[in-house]
């Protein structure tokens, strides 16, 4: 999850937000889209091979549990998120949000 | 189930226990399926969206969170977030052991603190998702729903074959010996080993080399190809009979000189065609076009008038062009690749008479694919022929980044038709299919199994290939066969590509042609073998009238 900001306003608005976008269905097709753009620019392709030959290479050891797995390349994976897919999201999501907020 | 042995696959000691009982493994498998089920309903929505219609998503049972990434216990109805370990202390407080990931389906175990994979969640899942696809899908000609698949469950005669069959211990990998600069060749019969419509073909015996009566037949070849790489044989095999036939075949290939993978792709598949049973100059339903032929349409639309001009022309393959990417600082990929190729091209003012208006006019036209291939090959045109010398071309060396998964819906013609009329954006696309009457979205989805790289300069140069036996990825060097990553086949110097079809689409509830064909010959047979009977009794009675 996001770092939410400290003001009070915003994180007073995240949950019942989060909860509307669930509801309605924007989360979901936002999601999709991520995953789309990602698989575009290659990046769920080099997650998917670093994270299978890792789990293959800790065989020998014991292996390596999926939670594991999860912490040591999480930082990786969202530092690898290319820049111009992440301002894209960032846009969708602020469009949304326009459209449902006055600020 | 016959086939659906996990022996080898190693097990979670405590799923292993709970599926063993009869009740459990009952309980377990409906709260599965249901949460599948439950998903596959929930994407689709999300897709096509309705006022009418709210998804109700679940709530963490112990902090409330609306969950975006819900965990269900397989034990009863309570649902967790994951983040927060919830999931995992509902688990621990109940004293239950499973619960899922709804949005993969992967199953975790508490006492082994992991995710653990099993074939029977593995096959239901795939079977829950891809009965809800099927609900979805309607086909356009018929207004009919997709015939439900069934898994295939030998019968009690089958049964009885299949128990006193030997099983050959096989890799289903052979290298191929190189014949005098023929890597040419042994990389797209790598493609065709590993192309599973042609596999199962000649396995099943659908072209017999020995029942074959044809003379200089690739067809047999071909299945004499499969049946050596699928033996207990695994030292590498030399296609020499191969050879000769295509050198016999097309002159142009003849020789020891390095030839284009690429052409000889095209006459392979013409080779096998004229020589496969149901071969026909139109509308041909061989092997080798029920496999690779798909249709490419043109609109050309005249700007004077603005009639669209539409025309169909078969297709093998598609070609994509690499030369003229004006941005370079963008990286070439397949995507963009086939967003050029569809891209609107202006026609000048010479190019083209307008049917209805009758005169020279500006126009433009668009390729689109009317009809999807089963397999999907793609070509990029790394070697441009400055003329009819061959050895005056020059070889693009740009990578071109290409996904293990493709989806072909906005390259297809009735998907963007359907774009063009609704040309609104919105903040976040629902889905790649804008129209319910085109999806779902699943059944455009591509995998890859086989690429072509070329090494070096165009005439002193070598091809290799990566070719996928299941999830594993393995390169072909001529002879020699290693294990590889996907990661290494997704860095390579790509030439070709071949993606195949997840799901083939079949007309619903309709007998395969050639078990109709059969029972016609069988019907004929017996025909047959009554006149012999009847003629033979007639001269019998014969005989006995001059005796007496």
């Known amino acids: 999850m996001p770092a939410v900001a400290k003001d009070g306003r915003a994180s007073a608005l995240y949950a019942p937000l989060r909860r509307r976008m669930l509801e309605n269905g924007d989360w979901d097709r936002i999601s999709a889209r991520l995953a789309r753009e990602l698989n575009e620019s290659g990046w769920i392709d080099r997650f998917k091979d670093r994270s299978k030959e890792m789990a293959r290479s800790a065989e020998a050891s014991g292996g390596l549990s999926v939670e594991a797995l999860i912490a040591e390349l999480s930082p990786q994976a969202e530092g690898e998120v290319p820049s111009a897919v992440r301002q894209e999201m960032i846009g969708v999501i602020c469009k949304l949000l326009e459209r449902q907020i006055e600020f | 189930m016959l086939f659906e042995q996990d022996g080898d696959s190693p097990r979670c000691p405590h799923l292993a226990t709970t599926l063993g009982n009869d009740t459990e493994r009952r309980a377990l498998l409906y709260r599965y399926r249901n949460i599948v089920e439950w998903h596959a309903r929930k994407s689709y929505n999300v897709s096509y969206p309705s006022k009418r219609r709210k998804i109700t998503p679940p709530e963490c049972g112990i902090c409330g969170q609306t969950l975006s990434r819900p965990y269900a216990c397989l034990h009863c109805s309570a649902a967790g977030c994951w983040t927060e370990g919830h999931i995992k202390q509902h688990l621990q407080d109940t004293g239950h052991d499973f619960c899922a990931d709804v949005n993969s389906g992967y199953v975790f175990c508490i006492e082994?603190?992991?995710?653990?994979?099993?074939?029977?969640?593995?096959?239901?899942?795939?079977?829950?998702?891809?009965?809800?696809?099927?609900?979805?899908?309607?086909?356009?000609?018929?207004?009919?729903?997709?015939?439900?698949?069934?898994?295939?469950?030998?019968?009690?005669?089958?049964?009885?074959?299949?128990?006193?069959?030997?099983?050959?211990?096989?890799?289903?990998?052979?290298?191929?010996?190189?014949?005098?600069q023929t890597c040419f060749m042994n990389v797209i019969l790598q493609s065709f080993i590993a192309n599973p419509l042609l596999r199962n073909y000649y396995l099943s015996d659908k072209h017999h080399h020995k029942l074959c009566k044809l003379n200089h037949c690739t067809s047999c070849e071909m299945d004499r190809l499969f049946a050596e790489v699928y033996s207990e044989n695994s030292a590498p095999y030399g296609a020499t009979d191969l050879l000769a036939k295509t050198w016999r075949t097309s002159s142009e290939l003849s020789g020891y000189a390095q030839q284009d993978a690429h052409e000889f792709f095209i006459t392979a598949l013409n080779q096998i065609h004229t020589t496969s049973r149901g071969s026909t100059s139109l509308q041909c339903i061989c092997?080798?076009?029920?496999?690779?032929?798909?249709?490419?349409?043109?609109?050309?639309?005249?700007?004077?008038?603005?009639?669209?001009?539409?025309?169909?022309?078969?297709?093998?393959?598609?070609?994509?062009?690499?030369?003229?990417?004006?941005?370079?600082?963008?990286?070439?990929?397949?995507?963009?690749?086939?967003?050029?190729?569809?891209?609107?091209?202006?026609?000048?003012?010479?190019?083209?008479?307008?049917?209805?208006?009758?005169?020279?006019?500006?126009?433009?036209?668009?390729?689109?694919?009317?009809?999807?291939?089963?397999?999907?090959?793609?070509?990029?045109?790394?070697?441009?022929?400055?003329?009819?010398?061959?050895s005056a071309a020059r070889k693009i060396e740009a990578p071109v980044r290409f996904p293990s998964s493709l989806n072909m819906a906005p390259y297809t013609t009735l998907v963007m038709h359907k774009q063009e009329l609704s040309k609104d954006g919105g903040a976040a696309p629902p889905s790649l299919v804008p129209d319910k009457?085109?999806?779902?979205?699943?059944?455009?989805?591509?995998?890859?199994?086989?690429?072509?790289?070329?090494?070096?300069?165009?005439?002193?140069?070598?091809?290799?290939c990566y070719a996928r036996s299941h999830d594993e990825w393995y390169r072909y060097d001529d002879d020699k066969v290693t294990h590889a990553t996907l990661g290494a086949c997704l860095n390579s110097q790509a030439y070709m590509c071949f993606y195949v079809k997840r799901h083939l689409d079949y007309k619903p509830y309709v007998t395969p042609s050639y078990i109709v064909l059969r029972e016609q010959e069988a019907v004929k047979e017996k025909e047959r073998e009554r006149e012999k009977e009847a003629a033979r009794m007639k001269e019998v009675e014969d005989e006995l009238l001059a005796a007496i």
């Open chain 2, 437 to 464: 009457a085109l999806g779902p979205e699943a059944i455009y989805d591509y995998d890859l199994f086989a690429v072509v790289c070329h090494e070096g300069q165009i005439d002193n140069g070598h091809y290799t």
């Open chain 2, 287 to 390: 092997i080798i076009h029920s496999t690779f032929a798909g249709l490419l349409q043109s609109d050309v639309e005249c700007e004077r008038c603005g009639t669209v001009a539409e025309k169909t022309d078969p297709m093998l393959d598609i070609s994509l062009e690499l030369k003229g990417e004006s941005n370079r600082e963008q990286e070439l990929t397949l995507a963009s690749c086939l967003r050029r190729y569809t891209h609107p091209e202006k026609l000048g003012p010479n190019e083209y008479s307008c049917e209805k208006c009758g005169k020279a006019s500006h126009a433009s036209k668009r390729l689109s694919i009317r009809k999807l291939p089963n397999v999907l090959s793609f070509q990029f045109k790394r070697f441009e022929h400055k003329s009819v010398d061959k």
């Open chain 2, 112 to 180: 082994c603190d992991d995710f653990v994979f099993d074939g029977a969640f593995d096959r239901l899942y795939k079977a829950a998702t891809l009965a809800e696809e099927e609900k979805v899908t309607i086909f356009e000609v018929t207004k009919r729903l997709r015939e439900p698949f069934v898994p295939w469950e030998p019968n009690a005669q089958e049964r009885v074959v299949l128990q006193s069959a030997i099983t050959a211990p096989c890799q289903g990998r052979r290298g191929l010996l190189n014949l005098g």
